[in-house]
């Protein structure tokens, strides 16, 4: 397995406060990727990252920012939790863009705004 | 954003019989990506498919990248209880790079 882990795995918080999750992966890889996953709508990308300080939005950026400060770690902010933000969030790495190369997912973050 | 059209969006069968999902997309593909999610877990990646056409296994499982590039299909042959979960197509285009477009998932379930 891709050493990748997920902290929390779970939360829940209330509508209008900040939350943050957080990625962190063992193999040094240089992509880096946030996603959520609702029933029936498979897995949807929120942002991603292409190293160190370089991110880029996804197909459902609004209401999260992201952070990467290390190669190792990838942050997703919530500045504002509304429920509609209620979601399973996966992480996910890839060591580079091309079109073999697979992403490798870690356990997710379950989190529950009230 | 595009999403994939994965069909059926759940299975409930016996053990021992085969399973057929399959994915569509109104556009083409240059990869197409098969992965399982078991309970609480993250998907895992079955099968990689790369060329129009090409018929790949892993096992009890086989996967087809469609001949017009805009659809895939997964075969479950003997399926067992552990086969149990979520089956998830995802296809990647070259103007994406390594961009993911998910189906909505197959949730699988197996009657021992």
Redesign the interface.
């Known amino acids: 397995d891709a050493g990748i882990t997920q902290s929390p795995r779970h939360k829940v918080t209330e509508t209008g406060t900040p939350v943050t999750l957080r990625c962190h992966q063992t193999e040094n890889h240089r992509y880096m990727y946030w996603y959520r996953q609702d029933p029936g709508h498979g897995l949807r990308l929120i942002h991603y990252s292409y190293g160190v300080k370089d991110t880029d939005k996804g197909e459902v950026s609004d209401g999260y920012s992201v952070s990467r400060s290390k190669t190792e770690d990838f942050l997703l902010t919530l500045e504002s939790a509304t429920s509609s933000q209620t979601s399973v969030y996966f992480c996910a790495i890839s060591e580079s863009l091309e079109l073999q190369e697979t992403q490798y997912f870690g356990p997710g973050t379950r989190l529950l705004v009230l | ?1 595009q ?2 059209n ?1 069909s059926p ?1 759940s299975m409930f069968i016996q053990e021992g019989e085969d399973v057929s999902m399959n994915c569509t997309s109104s556009s083409i593909f ?2 197409w ?1 098969w ?1 399982k999610q078991d309970p ?6 079955l099968i ?1 498919l ?1 060329k129009a056409g090409e018929l790949t296994s892993n096992g009890r499982l086989t996967a087809q990248f469609g001949i017009t590039r805009k659809d895939s299909f997964l075969n479950i042959s003997a399926s067992i209880p552990s086969d149990v979960g979520i089956y ?1 197509c ?1 296809g ?1 285009h ?1 103007n994406a ?4 477009t ?4 197959t949730r699988l379930m197996v009657k021992p």
């Open positions: 954003g999403q994939l994965q969006q240059n990869t990506l992965y609480g877990e993250g998907p895992v990646l990689a790369y998830f995802a990647k070259n790079g390594n961009m993911l998910f189906g909505g998932g």
